[in-house]
């Protein structure tokens, strides 16, 4: 589909070609979905419809970006 990968390569890889500020933002990506699954709803994944845990997950979100 055109994606390309943004992970960093190991030492015996060749290097892929990604601009910093892709990286940067795949690391506060990261960052973030290891805060979100601090809740266990979101990790364990409670809500049986689609919509409920978009719901859980948006509330989540909005009080982490209310703590930082």
């Not at 994606?3 to 190991?10: H, K, S």
């Not at 699954?37 to 689609?50: L, N, Q, S, V």
């Not at 979100?61 to 703590?67: G, P, S, V």
């Amino acid at each position: 589909m055109g994606a390309r990968p943004v992970i960093p390569p190991q030492r015996h890889e060749a290097p892929v070609a990604c601009p910093d500020w892709i990286d940067n933002n795949r690391n506060q990506v990261e960052r973030l979905w290891a805060r979100l699954k601090e809740w266990r709803a979101i990790a364990t994944r409670y809500e049986k419809t689609a919509a409920s845990f978009m719901g859980v997950l948006c509330l989540a979100a909005a009080l982490d970006w209310l703590k930082r």
